[in-house]
């Protein structure tokens, strides 16, 4: 079965910093890319941040650009997105989510992920 755990959520003032982890299991690490959406209440799930290491390409959603980095382990099957300088507006639930790599031409859309992984919170207070 394929697992994808999410870890690393929490509640941190704005301006902080926090690291989102995402540990794959039962898929090849080489076909997928690995990522995240984000959903906060009432809003659509949104697009954050993907990676590709077959491809060599990464992705993120204009809101955070320049504030928000992903990195993978292959080692380790995991992707992690350190997120800083974090906004209020960032505040949601984060969903780790494995995209095949031949759909990862660009950020992708909710319908596209093969795999989900249980979401993760995300507090910024004001």
């Known amino acids: 079965d394929v697992q994808l755990q999410a870890s690393g959520g929490g509640l941190v003032q704005a301006g902080g910093s926090l690291r989102l982890s995402c540990a794959a299991s039962?898929?090849?690490?080489?076909?997928?890319?690995l990522g995240w959406f984000r959903q906060a209440p009432g809003k659509k799930r949104e697009g954050v941040s993907f990676?590709?290491?077959?491809?060599?390409?990464?992705y993120y959603a204009d809101s955070v650009k320049g504030r928000f980095t992903i990195s993978s382990d292959n080692a380790k099957n995991t992707v992690y997105l350190q997120m800083n300088s974090l906004k209020p507006e960032d505040t949601a639930v984060y969903y780790c989510?494995?995209?095949?790599?031949?759909?990862?031409?660009?950020?992708?859309?909710?319908?596209?992920?093969?795999?989900w992984g249980q979401g993760t919170q995300v507090t910024v207070s004001s």
């Open positions: 989510a494995a995209v095949p790599n031949g759909l990862l031409y660009r950020l992708p859309s909710e319908s596209e992920p093969d795999y």
């Open positions: 990676i590709s290491n077959s491809f060599g390409v990464e």
């Open positions: 039962g898929l090849t690490f080489d076909d997928y890319g």
